[in-house]
Antibody
Framework: QVQLVQSGAEVKRPGASVKVSCKAS????????ITWVRQVPGQGLEWLGC????????NYAQNVQGRVTMTTDTSTTTAHMELSSLISDDTAVYYC??????????WGQGTLVIVSS | QSVLTQPPSASGTPGQRVTISCSGS????????VSWYQQLPGAAPKLVIF???QRPSGVPDRFSGSRSGTSASLAISGLQSEDEADFYC???????????FGPGTKVNVL
């Protein structure tokens, strides 16, 4: 099971971009897919997409396609999720999760992103 | 609107058995495996069932999962106060080419 530690909370203006990082424990990083999930406070979980840590292949959710970019850096065992053209509806807690593409046994602690003018 | 359907809540007294249903379609549960996640208040989700019925290491055997056709269920036997949480089912959806979560079921221990 990989340990995941995320970057801290962010406050952004509408129209700006945010980049959230997710550092993984070293030796298992290349074997995993990293998935990003967000949760609006008080609401359910929403899948944003995933990336193969080794190959860098990505698959994005339709509702953020074109605004989201997921990357990995194997040298630092860190995954990044950048979301652009932010709107107030993007205010949420963003989680990275590690595992297979269809189940995730490791989760980061979450990063609160607030979009406000 | 989620493509997976769950009841909003389920309740039981300590020691009882609670079952949560998850209804989908042929593009998700009907052809792909189901996972279940437990989310305690203020915490990140935790995987409790994967591949329909498999339990990750450390998850008590009080948690069990099953799948039949386009539906799945999570059962919690010997309900304990620490089981009070939100539970989400999830599966890959071939039509959406993405992963979908159910809306979540809040389990209350009375």
């Amino acid at each position: 099971q990989v340990q995941l530690v995320q970057s801290g909370a962010e406050v952004k203006r509408p129209g700006a971009s945010v980049k959230v990082s997710c550092k993984a424990s070293a030796y298992t990083f290349g074997n995993y897919a990293i998935t990003w999930v967000r949760q609006v406070p008080g609401q359910g979980l929403e899948w944003l997409g995933c990336i193969s840590a080794h190959h860098g292949h990505t698959n994005y959710a339709q509702n953020v396609q074109g605004r989201v970019t997921m990357t990995t850096d194997t040298s630092t065992t860190t995954a990044h999720m950048e979301l652009s053209s932010l709107i107030s509806d993007d205010t949420a807690v963003y989680y990275c999760a590690g595992g297979a593409t269809d189940w995730f046994d490791s989760w980061g602690q979450g990063t609160l992103v607030i979009v406000s003018s | 609107q989620s493509v997976l359907t769950q009841p909003p809540s389920a309740s039981g007294t300590p020691g009882q058995r609670v079952t949560i249903s998850c209804s989908g379609s042929s593009s998700n549960i009907g052809r792909n495996t189901v996972s279940w996640y437990q989310q305690l208040p203020g915490a990140a989700p935790k995987l409790v069932i994967f591949s329909n019925h498999q339990r990750p290491s450390g998850v008590p055997d009080r948690f069990s999962g099953s799948r039949s056709g386009t539906s799945a269920s999570l059962a919690i036997s010997g309900l304990q106060s620490e089981d009070e949480a939100d539970f989400y089912c999830a599966a890959w959806d071939d039509s959406l080419n993405g992963y979908v979560f159910g809306p979540g079921t809040k389990v209350n221990v009375l």
